[in-house]
């Protein structure tokens, strides 16, 4: 008996977690989008109000709204005038005390990470760590730059090397490039690897033939 409730456990075990997740995510969403329906009724006319409070008990429409608000954002800096009013949002911000160096830090954090130009989380490598001799999966985030680099003699690069189960928090390291092995799996099998603590290995490279 034990066997087989393992068994059903093991198939039913990620849809109910696939399932909770994004119920999470959309009830987030959802108190969100209320709180900005409770903000527009003090400020439309009371005739709007009863069309507001349809709108607030429609099941996942916060969802729709934010895909389609970041559809049209995406068009909208696609063009110059976009451009130029993106440039002068990110001017402005720049200006406020307090407020430009948390927006400036995670304009550069998000550039580096979702830019398609970029180089951060494109490799997969393994490095040495936390002692030598034992090594751990990693990913590259780019070079040392700055007053980092010019302390440093050789060619390092910088890696972020994540937790487990929970990739999203990890340390970043400054290693030398010639410690540093690269991985043919590619990121998202690495993530895989890494969240399943190693029971979930990617298939092995097929060797060149001689």
Do not use: C
Not at 18 to 35: M, N, Q, R
Not at 75 to 80: E, G, I, S
Not at 154 to 167: G, H, L
């Amino acid at each position: 008996m034990k066997k087989y409730i393992l068994t059903g456990l093991l198939v039913w075990l990620p849809l109910v977690i696939t399932i909770w997740v994004l119920k999470s995510v959309i009830g987030t969403l959802d108190d969100v989008f209320a709180w900005f329906i409770v903000v527009a009724q003090t400020v439309l006319p009371v005739s709007i109000h009863p069309v507001l409070a349809d709108l607030q008990r429609v099941p996942g429409l916060s969802v729709i709204i934010l895909v389609t608000a970041l559809w049209l954002t995406g068009v909208a800096v696609t063009n110059m005038v976009g451009q130029w009013l993106l440039n002068q949002s990110n001017r402005m911000f720049s200006h406020i005390p307090i407020v430009k160096s948390i927006y400036n830090s995670v304009r550069q954090v998000s550039d580096t990470l979702f830019s398609s130009s970029g180089q951060a989380f494109r490799e997969a490598v393994l490095v040495q760590y936390p002692r030598a001799g034992s090594w751990t999966i990693a990913f590259v985030t780019g070079r040392p730059t700055g007053e980092v680099a010019d302390k440093l003699i050789t060619e390092m690069v910088t890696v972020y090397v994540p937790t487990t189960p929970n990739p999203t928090s990890g340390f970043m390291l400054i290693v030398p490039r010639g410690e540093v092995m690269p991985l043919d799996m590619s990121v998202d099998e690495a993530l895989k690897y890494i969240i399943s603590m190693g029971v979930v290995a990617p298939p092995a490279a097929a060797k060149p033939q001689s």
